[in-house]
């Protein structure tokens, strides 16, 4: 499929993913599915004209901030395409923050518009009274506290809208980094970004039609929930179901066995978590003929297993906030298990040292970066962090890489996150994958710590499968099994158990939360 180029031609996000299926005769066909119920892309369009009127209403101009704090539900892409739409800039942020983050994103932002839900509201209160960019609040809900509800305000707005002359390379919407390290940053994407994704990833990789199903686990506000649950199924006239709540193991199977999604879109926290569970629908319980996996690598076995509960492949990838989507993955022709496949057609990518040097030999460790047309063009405020990422056409993106001779990459770790064991390089990934191998083990996590003498060795801390009981003899247990899987040097010295591991919502582990506890 060919991608936008970005130019000044007029281009609008929000007007293609709805025109394209109101024009091909879709208006009547299911766009979301949500606690409510089904929403057509004829009652989309009208809801996000009402919104895109909503905004107007409120003098909000091109280009000015929207920030949205809304759960998976019709009001979120409703909001987000409108201000498209509009001309505006959504930003929707992760709803699992603290005050004090939110705080931040507004501050960082100057967003005039804040669009939060019932639920929600309190974080934002503390803020909102003398804010000094924030001109409106409007809540979706019940209970606006005194500000403005989101059905009210759409409530009689016209239907029809006319859409801003925004162009290809204009400004469209931000996100906002997950935070596992640091303070968040705003990646700004363009209009064209969005499309791009589907048409470089969704169509030609996954196969996307018209009849698909789509559920994604991963909520809208992240990069790789966006795509999965908005943009995808909205470039072929699919159907996507939303999930207000958690995706929890109960709430997921439920889902994939009423809803017969047929495109599911996990994180590997979530595959074991199914596993565990015994919730997960067994073959021919299900409709699925399709999972990815993102945010991590998956472990190899926890592709074996599904596979075998379910007759399902997992298409492992990797993508970023910064890339917007997937541009490394395994196709369903070729699947390496424990690898994250080969580069997306459209992306380019390579290995480089510490030095910059580009590494062109098979089995070379390096630092990943890639370039493409759907990359951020900054963070938004951060000029320092801009430069670091975004290299003329190259966007680093922190993750250490291998790449053997069949131009097949393996996960070795995030770049803050390798250690360096006698001067070798070890990955806590591979480490991690040996450990979970483990029959007790559920879920782990290694990050370094130093011994007596100061050397950085492997620490693990790992979360037992239900009714296995922590113990030395366990302990010692799990660390011959790693000498029988890797080389001896990469064992973990010191082994914790927990109750569970530090997560960001996305199901990512806070690797640094557990290396300031040791």
């Known amino acids: 499929m060919a991608v ?11 007007d293609d993913l709805i025109g394209r299926n109101l024009k091909a005769g879709r208006g009547d066909k299911t766009a979301f599915i949500d606690v409510s119920g089904p929403t057509t892309y004829a009652q989309l369009d009208a809801r996000v004209n009402q919104f895109a009127n909503v905004l107007a209403d409120h003098n909000v101009r091109i280009e000015e901030r929207v920030l949205l704090c809304l759960p998976d539900t019709i009001d979120w892409p409703t909001c987000f ?8 800039v959504p930003i929707p942020v992760n709803t699992r923050l603290t005050a004090d983050d939110y705080k931040f994103m507004l501050d960082d932002s100057r967003a005039r518009v804040l669009v939060v839900s019932e639920a929600l509201l309190d974080a934002f209160l503390p803020h909102l009274a003398d804010h000094p960019f924030l001109d409106t609040v409007i809540v979706s809900g019940a209970d606006g506290k005194g500000y403005a509800l989101l059905k009210d305000e759409l409530n009689g707005k016209p239907t029809d809208y006319q859409t ?19 303070k968040p940053k705003g990646a700004v994407h363009l209009q064209t970004h969005l499309i791009d994704t589907a048409n470089l990833y969704a169509i030609p990789v996954l196969g996307i ?23 995808f199924p909205m470039s072929v006239g699919a159907t996507s179901v939303l999930l207000a709540g958690p995706p929890d193991a109960k709430s997921v199977a439920r889902i994939l066995r009423e809803e017969k999604p047929t495109i599911f879109y996990g994180v590997p926290t979530l595959y074991g978590m199914l596993l565990a569970s015994g919730e997960l629908p067994k073959k021919g319980d299900h409709a699925v003929r399709l999972a990815t996996s993102a945010g991590e690598a998956l472990p190899a076995d926890l592709l074996r297993r599904f596979k075998e509960a379910t007759g399902v492949d997992i298409l492992d990838g990797l993508g970023s906030t910064e890339m917007l989507h997937i541009f490394l993955s395994n196709t369903l022709d070729n699947i390496i298990p424990g690898s994250s496949g080969k580069p997306v057609p459209g992306y380019d990518l390579r290995l480089v040292d510490d030095d ?40 680093r993106t922190g993750d250490k890489y291998v790449r053997d001779e069949n131009g097949v990459y393996t996960h070795a770790g995030r770049s803050d996150d390798m250690l360096k064991v006698g001067g070798i390089y070890v990955s806590p990934v591979e480490v991690e994958s040996a450990i979970v191998r483990h029959e007790k083990v559920l879920e782990v996590a290694v990050v370094g710590h130093a011994d007596q003498d100061g050397l950085i060795k492997p620490k693990a801390f790992i979360v037992l499968r239900d009714g296995i009981r922590p113990d030395d003899a366990l302990s010692d247990e799990i660390k011959a099994f790693v000498k029988a899987e890797l080389a001896s040097y990469k064992y973990p010295r010191w082994i914790e158990f927990l109750d569970e591991l530090p997560k960001t919502a996305t199901g990512k582990i806070q690797r640094f939360k557990l290396r300031d506890a040791t």
């Open 356 to 395: 910059g040097t580009v590494l062109t030999g098979a089995g070379e460790m390096g630092m990943l970066e890639v370039s493409g047309p759907t990359s951020a063009i900054l963070y938004w405020n951060q000029r320092d962090k801009s430069r670091e990422t975004f290299q003329g056409m190259w966007t």
């Open 81 to 88: 395409l409108g201000a498209i739409r509009a001309g505006a």
């Open 164 to 182: 801003a002359p925004t162009r290809a390379s204009d400004m469209c919407f931000w996100l906002y980094t997950s935070g596992t390290t640091g």
């Open 4 to 14: 936008h180029s970005a130019t000044d031609d007029l281009y609008n996000a929000a």
């Open 209 to 231: 039609h018209e009849k698909d199903i789509c559920f994604s686990a991963a909520k809208l506000f992240f990069a790789y929930g966006l795509g999965n649950g908005l943009t």
